[in-house]
């Protein structure tokens, strides 16, 4: 075990991890409350996040820490960390660097709404920059 | 199938459902911005809240559609429904009846905060309604 997980066990220890060993997160914008992204995290994601008041998600597809913001600079700085009643859901209240938490150079992730006249997906807000020059696809 | 999953199967089969058929959903205030709860939903479960305009969620502990607020009368108003760019959660944005989102009587289930200083979670939130006054427990 790390130290890092060692030093907050006891946090770690009251949060119900799902059967894989993740819970939920939602991000939210510590200023405007805009709910920006969700995501998981195992024990290492949230010692590190804890550690570094950054957040650091667990990629289910990839298998591996995903320090946010890494390639992109868009880093999320935590204000504050919050458990839910079941302790099975945590929201994280950051400053988002760059105004971008999406990877389509969007505020949010949640940038589709449902019609509730027409019954379809629309998006509604708008690109902030362009994904390519957030990444390096080179 | 019933008669609403029929009508909303274009809009159900936007989204990328787990391998329970299930997809997370977060609950947000719409005037505060407060994150409330969060919870899942199956295919039923959204169409009927797109139908009443009232959150219908799944409750994964008892295997069926829970009416939200159908004990207590803290329903929840459905003012906006919004998906993330994986198409894997949802957002609901939300009049809450009586402002208790919480089981325990408080405005939300994001309740304990983590102190970056004592390394401990502390309740910061208050209980605005005893539970005992919510839910009938004779």
Redesign the interface.
């Known amino acids: 075990m790390s130290s890092e997980l060692e ?2 066990k ?2 770690l220890e ?1 949060i119900r991890w799902d059967q894989n060993g993740l819970v ?1 997160v ?1 991000a ?1 914008d510590a200023v ?4 920006l ?2 995501a998981w995290m195992n024990h290492e994601a949230l010692a590190k996040t ?1 550690e570094l ?1 950054r957040a650091v998600y667990f990629s289910r597809s990839r298998k591996k820490l995903w320090f946010k913001g890494e390639e992109s600079g868009h880093v999320q700085h935590v204000k ?8 099975d ?1 945590l ?1 994280l209240q950051v400053e988002q660097v760059g105004g971008i938490a ?3 150079g ?1 505020n949010s ?6 019609d ?1 006249q027409a ?3 629309f998006v509604d807000a708008p690109v902030l920059k362009n994904p390519d020059d957030i990444y390096d696809t080179k």
Do not use: N
């Not at 405007?32 to 709910?35: A, E, I, N």
């Not at 992730?109 to 449902?114: D, Q, R, T």
């Open positions: 030093t907050y006891p946090i009251r939920p939602i939210q405007s409350g805009t709910v992204m969700f804890i008041k504050s960390l919050r458990m839910d009643c079941d302790q859901v929201l999406c990877h389509t969007r992730c949640f940038f589709e709404a449902y509730w019954h379809t997906w």
